[in-house]
């Protein structure tokens, strides 16, 4: 038993995301689990609880390894700087030829539509604060002049949400590196457009 207890469990979830990432949750089966991770069942089950667990707690693994490029976003020179950084680190991981980095647990699960309510609200709100995170850079980008719309700065993260998850897929398809950057860009283009509501019809009484 002094055994189990010689393992990192911060590597054991960074392993079990990587899998959930790529294989999905439904299809990732336990004992791709326990040979992923190099533990039996039950040391799975005393040290993380059951796959709904281990799930949840993988996927708040994988968000906390994002956070030293959030660090590095809010120490940009602009907030235009910080949406650069955030994609720039993107098409890092896009490019790599591990599938688990070019994976995001976070998308994969939204895109699997996991019938757990909870795991689906759990995964909503990774997806709510990295759009938050987004907003926020795009509302400073505004105020500082670097981020030329005056489109909602919500508006804005919506579609560099989009832009993520599109990247993703064409990762999948697979469209090389090369490509992968001008896109981004061409996407990222949009915030250097002064554009602005389109004016309301007119309303009458």
Same mark, same amino acid.
């Given at each position: 038993?002094?055994?189990?207890?010689?393992?990192?469990?911060? %590597?054991?979830?960074?392993?079990?995301?990587?899998?959930?990432?790529?294989?999905?949750?439904?299809?990732?089966?336990?004992?791709? @689990?326990?040979? %992923?991770?190099?533990?039996?069942?039950?040391? @799975?089950?005393?040290?993380?609880?059951?796959?709904?667990?281990?799930?949840?707690?993988?996927?708040?693994?994988?968000?906390?390894?994002?956070?030293?490029?959030?660090?590095?976003?809010?120490?940009?020179? !602009?907030?235009?700087?910080?949406?650069?950084?955030?994609?720039?680190?993107?098409?890092?991981?896009?490019?790599?030829?591990?599938?688990?980095?070019?994976?995001?647990?976070? !998308?994969?699960?939204?895109?699997?539509?996991?019938?757990?309510?909870?795991?689906?609200?759990?995964?909503?709100?990774?997806?709510?604060?990295?759009?938050?995170?987004?907003?926020?850079?795009?509302?400073?980008?505004?105020?500082?002049?670097?981020?030329?719309?005056?489109?909602?700065?919500?508006?804005? %993260?919506?579609?560099?949400?989009?832009?993520?998850?599109?990247?993703?897929?064409?990762?999948?398809?697979?469209?090389?590196?090369?490509? @992968?950057?001008?896109?981004?860009?061409?996407?990222?283009?949009?915030?250097?457009? %002064?554009?602005? @509501?389109?004016?309301?019809?007119?309303?009458?009484?």
């Amino acid at each position: 038993m002094g055994r189990d207890r010689q393992f990192s469990p911060d %590597a054991v979830l960074q392993q079990a995301a990587a899998l959930f990432a790529t294989q999905g949750y439904a299809g990732t089966s336990l004992s791709q @689990l326990t040979e %992923a991770t190099g533990l039996g069942k039950q040391s @799975l089950y005393n040290c993380f609880g059951d796959k709904r667990a281990l799930y949840l707690q993988a996927v708040d693994c994988a968000v906390e390894r994002f956070a030293a490029v959030a660090y590095r976003m809010k120490k940009a020179t !602009s907030g235009r700087a910080a949406l650069q950084v955030f994609f720039d680190e993107l098409q890092t991981q896009l490019s790599s030829d591990d599938p688990a980095q070019q994976a995001c647990i976070v !998308s994969a699960g939204l895109l699997e539509c996991i019938a757990d309510e909870g795991v689906r609200a759990a995964l909503q709100r990774k997806w709510t604060d990295s759009h938050e995170l987004l907003r926020a850079q795009v509302e400073r980008g505004q105020r500082d002049g670097s981020v030329a719309t005056a489109l909602p700065s919500a508006d804005v %993260a919506d579609d560099l949400m989009a832009l993520m998850s599109g990247l993703r897929v064409a990762a999948r398809a697979p469209v090389n590196a090369q490509r @992968l950057g001008a896109m981004a860009q061409r996407g990222l283009a949009a915030l250097d457009v %002064a554009s602005v @509501l389109p004016p309301q019809p007119a309303t009458h009484h």
